[in-house]
């Protein structure tokens, strides 16, 4: 399906080194901001107090964020879990006050609305070294989904794809961190969640783009390196429009209107694939153009009749 067919191939990779100038400014710009500023980690990562609580009626959630945000505790998560009438509250650890502390002066606040008919039904600490263990094995899922990536695409490909494509995807993900890192924007699992799911949006991209070109390179055989990139790239360009534009608008509902918990997820996502499309088609591709991928790396040579090889090719009986 297309909206539209481009019958004039856009020259993209006479601007490679442009296109990926800019994204070598932003790559260390990001990882600058990432060692400067660091990521502001969630209660997940860093510990704090988890409270359950029922409620007779449904509450609204805004209400009761701004309740427990008014005692003065930052980054504050509440969200529904299992019915509309439970809800679960994480607050971050603080010096010298206790968990049960914490929760007390929650539930004061909370009970003071007799109709809403608030009950705590759980309360635990969630220690520093748990967070570390999920940050560990945050990262642990990284360095797997990044290592599958390389494998399959030196399957599917060829191994100077496979290096494209990963160099790209990295340049994606410590974009995101970058973004998160600089407006010091919270960083919890879902964010986590967000940056894998981009992992594997950017690579399907690449991997339509790469199968155009092994197709082109079939077909054509008298177009260079960089005149079949380009043709690959215009003519997936309608595909891309209605995938990511689709994908793009069912983000943004997340984001207008999923409330404060979905807020950082779709967030991360909508930055995740606007970078992601601008990888794939430019920065994976010149990658691949620039370490010398060719013809003879994709379409392997067919033996010609009478092969030399063959021990009676040229016998007379």
Not at 236 to 241: A, E, L, N
């Amino acid at each position: 399906m297309e909206f539209f067919r481009i019958r004039r191939d856009i020259p993209f990779m006479r601007h490679a080194l442009v296109l990926n100038a800019v994204s070598v400014i932003t790559f260390v710009l990001a990882v600058f901001f990432l060692l400067h500023r660091g990521l502001h980690l969630s209660v997940e990562f860093t510990g704090g107090t988890v409270m359950e609580v029922n409620y007779t009626q449904s509450p609204d959630l805004e209400s009761v964020r701004k309740a427990v945000a008014g005692l003065g505790f930052q980054d504050v998560q509440v969200q529904n879990f299992g019915t509309a009438r439970d809800v679960m509250i994480r607050l971050p650890a603080q010096k010298g006050v206790s968990s049960a502390q914490q929760s007390e002066r929650v539930m004061a606040t909370l009970g003071a609305d007799k109709a809403a008919g608030a009950t705590l039904r759980r309360v635990e600490f969630v220690g520093p070294q748990v967070g570390e263990e999920l940050a560990t094995d945050g990262l642990k899922a990284l360095a797997v989904v990044v290592a599958g990536i390389m494998i399959y695409l030196a399957f599917r490909f060829e191994w100077k794809f496979a290096v494209a494509t990963v160099l790209a995807n990295l340049h994606d993900v410590v974009i995101i961190l970058g973004f998160f890192a600089f407006f010091q924007w919270e960083f919890s699992l879902a964010v986590l969640a967000a940056v894998l799911a981009v992992l594997g949006y950017s690579v399907n991209e690449s991997v339509v783009i790469f199968d155009r070109v092994r197709e082109t390179f079939r077909r054509q055989r008298k177009m260079d390196t960089e005149a079949v990139i380009n043709h690959a790239i215009t003519s997936t360009i309608s595909r891309t429009i209605i995938t990511h534009g689709s994908t793009q608008m069912m983000v943004l509902s997340m984001f207008f209107f999923g409330g404060a918990t979905l807020h950082y997820f779709s967030l991360a996502l909508t930055i995740g694939i606007l970078f992601g499309i601008y990888s794939s088609c430019f920065v994976a591709a010149a990658i691949a153009m620039w370490l010398g991928v060719k013809r003879e790396d994709l379409v392997k040579p067919q033996a010609a009749k009478g092969d030399a090889k063959d021990p009676n090719n040229g016998a007379q009986v």
